[in-house]
């Protein structure tokens, strides 16, 4: 059974940082791109970040480019988001979502999400 | 950036109605568009990539069509479990989503 599990949420000040890790199992985690997509409750899912299958290729969302940092570690089929410079409109849940293969992409499984809150 | 525009926000159904919510991308995205159900609390549920085909183990009452920049989500007819709200999400340039479409009981 395919499982995503997000951990390293918490509460954290403007201008903070905190590491985001996603534990996958059940699948092959070195053969899918993967992806971080933030949610503000009662809002809709947004696109925060998406990494290839090694790590070699990147992309970010404007508003989290030159903060964030999308990483793997396929040793340990882990995730990573490393979050800096936090402001008080990166709180969300954040959730790993594994993306579909071939060019007609979409996220199949995605963790139950952690929520990062950023307050003084 | 692509934005997505989905109409309406919400609606009102019964058991059994069809109903059909639509996803307007502000350029071509040709067939890359994604639909998703997601319920209060819980994650997005992945239902149709490439605009019109089934992921695995949806029902064949949910069908998506268009191309381009304009594209639906149909339920042909709704059961108690569809209640929800729906996005829909451009994979043509990273993934933005739409705003949401929430499904109510009339």
């Known amino acids: 059974e395919v499982q995503l599990a997000e951990s390293g949420g918490g509460l954290v000040q403007p201008g903070g940082s905190l590491r985001l890790s996603c534990a996958a199992s059940g699948f092959t985690f070195r053969n899918y791109w993967m992806q971080w997509v933030r949610q503000v409750p009662g809002k809709g899912p947004v696109w925060v970040s998406r990494?290839?299958?090694?790590?070699?290729?990147?992309s970010y969302a404007d508003s989290v480019k030159g903060r964030f940092t999308i990483s793997r570690d396929n040793a340990e089929n882990t995730l990573y988001l490393q979050m800096n410079s936090l402001r008080a409109e990166d709180t969300a849940v954040y959730y790993c979502?594994?993306?579909?293969?071939?060019?007609?992409?979409?996220?199949?499984?995605w963790g139950r999400g952690t929520l990062v809150t950023v307050s003084s | 950036d692509i934005q997505m525009t989905q109409s309406p926000s919400s609606l009102s159904a019964s058991v059994g109605d069809r109903v059909t919510i639509t996803c307007r991308a502000s350029?071509?995205?040709?067939?890359?568009l994604n639909w998703y159900q997601q319920k209060p609390g819980k994650a997005p549920k992945f239902l149709i990539y490439?605009?019109?085909s089934l992921h695995s183990g949806v029902p064949s009452r949910f069908s998506g069509s268009g191309s381009g920049t304009d594209f639906t989500l149909t339920i042909s007819s709704l059961q108690p479990e569809d209640f929800a709200t729906y996005y829909c999400?451009?994979?043509?340039?990273?993934?933005?989503f739409g705003q949401g479409t929430k499904v109510e009981s009339k």
């Open positions: 490439a605009a019109s």
């Open positions: 350029q071509s995205i040709s067939s890359y």
């Open positions: 979502a594994r993306e579909t293969s071939g060019s007609y992409w979409g996220l199949d499984y």
């Open positions: 999400q451009q994979s043509y340039s990273t993934g933005t």
């Open positions: 990494i290839n299958f090694d790590g070699s290729s990147t």
